[in-house]
């Protein structure tokens, strides 16, 4: 079911809330499975915020204790254009030597902003550093990176909800979908 945000505007749902619940709980069940050892989360802000709270909580379920951490990192500005340029608006803050990372960030597009997490945190002495993200827009890559765990293959559509955002906006959505223009 779609929903109606403004006149002439709706969301149409592409990843519904339910599914989006079950396909966690099988991939945290996933990463669960891989051995992973004095294991820390950082989740990339703004856009991952939600899909992490759901994902560490899975991961719990899943019989994992990981700890958590943040890491802000920006390459959009308002608009649904990519500046290109990955710049850190907040660093985290534990001690990364000989852990494993599991990076989780919304969506994989170009994968610049995966890879300089990547690195960053390779650089500062990690042991293994694994990535999650919900979304996985293979169309778009320009760094060389693919994500170890992927929720969904997503089609190449601006999408929104679910903590991702256009213009600041439909973060609070408990789906992902993307904004429809109706027209009259
Ligand atoms: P990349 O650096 O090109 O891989 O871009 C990844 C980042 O761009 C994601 O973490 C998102 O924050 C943002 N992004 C890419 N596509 C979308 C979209 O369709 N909706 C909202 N944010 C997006
Ligand atoms: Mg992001």
């Known amino acids: 079911m779609d929903v109606k945000k403004d006149q002439g505007e709706r969301i149409e749902v592409i990843y519904s809330a339910a599914l989006i619940r079950e396909r966690i709980d099988r991939l945290a069940q996933e990463i ?3 051995d992973m050892r004095n294991l820390l989360v950082i989740s990339i802000l703004k856009g991952s915020f939600i ?5 560490i909580r899975a991961l719990h379920v899943a019989g994992l204790s990981p700890q958590v951490d943040f890491m802000t990192l920006s390459s959009y500005g308002a608009g649904e254009k990519s500046s290109g340029q990955v710049t850190v608006a907040r ?3 534990l ?3 000989d852990r494993d990372v599991l990076l989780v960030d919304d969506i994989l597009e170009s994968g610049r902003t995966l890879a300089f997490a990547r690195e960053t945190i390779s650089g500062r002495g990690a042991d293994r550093v694994f990535s999650c993200v919900l979304l996985d827009k293979r169309g778009h890559r320009v760094a060389e990176i693919d994500a170890d765990f992927v929720a969904f293959d997503c089609p190449d559509v601006f999408v929104v909800g ?3 955002d256009a213009g600041y906006r439909f973060r609070e959505l408990p789906f992902v ?3 429809v ?3 009259g």
């Open 162 to 164: 679910y903590g991702m």
């Open 51 to 55: 899909f992490a709270a759901d994902l």
């Open 177 to 179: 979908g993307r904004v």
């Open 32 to 34: 669960a499975s891989r």
């Open 95 to 97: 001690d990364v030597t």
């Open 91 to 93: 660093d985290f803050d």
């Open 181 to 183: 223009q109706d027209d």
